[in-house]
């Protein structure tokens, strides 16, 4: 059972307190159902939504593993780049405590990369130094291998420099992608990239500590997320999902099957996506940023931090359709911003997230609004779910808080 939901399902007394159409929000989920799970599209959804941080929905559909297993309220996910919210607000505390600034060049914590060149060619020294604000905003010049545009980025992928979870141990993933070069200057461009792994051993290396030792300190426990973490513990692979990948022949087959893979941890933590978790945990660290960085007494970052990382970070205020260099992220690119740590629209003030397993988050400050989607099917571009989960939630406000 979800926290804070008198009942499984929708909830239409809170709904309707809180400004919401039920029988809009009904027809949301029989769509979504209707659609994408009993069509086979998606093997399964689950559909967590509250306003004023009180869940009104929170529904399960479809089947967690292929042998048939439903799928529980409770079920564990890939997140993959969701985690780079967590590893972002990692960063932003360590800011606050005065140890790391965002115009820190990067190689005062990673000297690895102070003979980084830019182009295929390896020759161009970069016009300025990459700073830390470009890894969190993703203007740092690095990729993604599934990109695939560039050389560099087929050499990413011959690296393996993607994976969640890879053998090399953190300095070992800094000293192979300090051999490639850059796609082009720092703050030039936005693209889609390795950016927030390079962040995440920025945390290792000033705490002196593992990135799941820094989370599970300084955030999980804290936040109460007993169950989200680098590792799948034996006493809850029950309850571990199996992960569908969708061929180019559109013929869905399971990639990874859930309790048998392990999720097992290798020696680099991916800061960019290595972390399990539910929809209940995400939903306390989406509580906690719609708060203004505290949750149940237990504050990690200062309101003031949590506005700046929310709002549009990107150079000259422009948005990601006249920046963007690559051809795949987790957010559409018209009219969207990028701050410290997630994409955020202009027009609105929502920011989200997604991973390639097709999970997502969004939060809009203003109609005090969370929702977590979570289902396991890659890529995440498949179908434009998360674009009518948005559409359809908003159609539902009856009491808007605009204006």
Not at 8 to 29: K, T
Not at 118 to 134: F, L, S
Not at 209 to 237: C, H, N, S, W
Request: proline share 4%.
């Amino acid at each position: 059972m979800i926290e804070g939901l008198a009942v499984e399902g929708l909830d239409r007394a809170a709904a309707q307190a809180a400004g919401m159409d039920p029988d809009r929000l009904e027809a949301l989920v029989d769509f979504l159902d209707r659609t994408y799970v009993t069509s086979g599209k998606l093997p399964h959804m689950q559909l967590l939504l509250s306003r004023d941080e009180v869940p009104l929905l929170s529904v399960v559909r479809g089947e967690a593993r292929a042998k048939g297993d439903p799928l529980r309220d409770d079920a564990l996910y890939r997140i993959a780049s969701m985690t780079k919210p967590v590893t972002s607000v990692a960063f932003m505390m360590l800011v606050e405590q005065g140890k790391v600034a965002l115009d820190t060049p990067v190689t005062d914590v990673i000297p690895e990369f102070a003979y980084l060149r830019v182009g295929r060619a390896n020759r161009a020294r970069p016009k300025r130094a990459m700073q830390m604000i470009d890894l969190l905003r993703h203007t740092s010049g690095l990729t993604y291998g599934l990109q695939r545009q560039t050389p560099i980025d087929a050499r990413y992928r011959k690296l393996g420099l993607d994976e969640f979870q890879q053998k090399r141990t953190s300095d070992q993933f800094i000293a192979d992608l300090a051999t490639l070069p850059l796609e082009f200057s720092p703050g030039e461009r936005w693209n889609y990239s390795v950016s927030t792994d390079v962040l995440g051993v920025v945390v290792e290396r000033l705490t002196g500590l593992d990135l799941e030792t820094v989370f599970r300190e300084r955030i999980f426990g804290p936040l109460g997320m007993a169950d989200t973490g680098f590792l799948l513990l034996a006493d809850k692979a029950d309850r571990m999902t199996d992960a569908w990948r969708l061929g180019a022949d559109g013929v869905r087959t399971v990639g990874d099957h859930g309790a048998r893979s392990g999720w097992r941890r290798e020696r680099f933590l991916s800061g960019g996506g290595g972390l399990v978790s539910c929809a209940a945990d995400y939903h306390r660290f989406a509580r906690m940023l719609l708060r203004g960085g505290e949750l149940d007494g237990a504050r990690l970052l200062r309101p003031e931090t949590v506005e700046q990382m929310r709002s549009n970070q990107l150079p000259g205020g422009g948005d990601l359709s006249t920046m963007s260099s690559g051809m795949f992220s987790e957010a559409d690119y018209q009219g969207v911003g990028f701050g410290l740590g997630f994409a955020m629209g202009l027009a609105g003030g929502e920011y989200y997230w997604g991973g390639v397993f097709s999970t997502y988050f969004w939060i809009d400050p203003v109609e005090r609004l969370i929702g977590i989607f979570m289902t396991q099917l890659l890529p995440s571009s498949a179908y434009p779910v998360r674009a009518q989960l948005r559409q359809g939630v908003a159609d539902a406000i009856v009491q808007t808080r605009r204006g």
